[in-house]
């Protein structure tokens, strides 16, 4: 038996995910004068490494599920990352010129349309998540759990509440605890909600599930810490 490739694995999987993500973006059916379509399939198809998506296939596989049932969920989840960046590089936010080495949405088709384009990257998420839970056949209260835990994620006591107190932290320099907070919302939640949805779409019990939330929490926090000081290396 040929030994396990992770990279080999993690590129076939990214091929799956970004046909997936083209698959369920909307198409036009009449005139589009902001250019809607075309600003979030650049947010969501330019780059990305598709970690997150990833993840959510892989803790599916792990519980023993097939990986077509996870799809679903991994694109919802790569939609809720690509819509974040999209607000986070807005003037009013970041103020980024540039994501990935390409203008940023609000630069390239103004920010009225980058503001548009996170509102439906994020409800085209939910969409996603709750029409595959109908294609695969998921119990109600299954396909409900899984809704529930993306929601909680990127909400205020996740991924939005994270970048609130990250904004906060431009005018005053936070304490370890409260950096340790805010990275917990902005980062590690949707990373746990990644690794707790694969095990709910792919049929885990309750304790898979938090086992792998868990693991998904911690690695999302590792992940942060390890950006963190990339980018204080490059600015020294």
Do not use: W
Request: aromatic share 6%.
């Amino acid at each position: 038996m040929a030994a396990f490739q992770l990279e080999d694995y993690l590129a076939e999987l990214r091929s799956r995910i970004d046909a997936a993500l083209e698959e369920r973006l909307p198409r036009v059916e009449k005139e589009d004068p902001l250019r809607l379509r075309e600003a979030m399939a650049a947010a969501l198809l330019e780059g990305g490494k598709r970690l997150r998506p990833c993840l959510t296939v892989a803790a599916c596989q792990a519980v023993g599920g097939a990986s077509e049932r996870a799809l679903g969920a991994a694109c919802a989840v790569e939609m809720v990352h690509a819509y974040s960046l999209v607000h986070d590089d807005l003037p009013s936010m970041d103020n980024d010129d540039l994501r990935r080495g390409k203008p940023t949405s609000h630069k390239r088709f103004g920010e009225a349309t980058a503001i548009l384009v996170g509102d439906a990257l994020q409800t085209l998420a939910f969409e996603t998540l709750s029409a595959e839970g109908c294609a695969n056949e998921l119990s109600a209260p299954r396909a409900v759990r899984a809704i529930h835990e993306l929601a909680r994620a990127v909400g205020a006591r996740g991924m939005v509440g994270g970048q609130a107190m990250d904004m906060a932290f431009k005018k005053e320099p936070p304490s370890f605890e409260a950096l340790e907070l805010c990275h917990s919302g902005k980062t590690a939640a949707l990373f746990s909600a990644c690794t707790a949805l694969g095990a709910i779409v792919g049929g885990g019990d309750d304790e898979q599930i938090e086992v792998l939330r868990s693991y998904g929490f911690d690695l999302g926090l590792a992940f942060q810490h390890a950006d963190d000081l990339k980018d204080r290396e490059f600015t020294r």
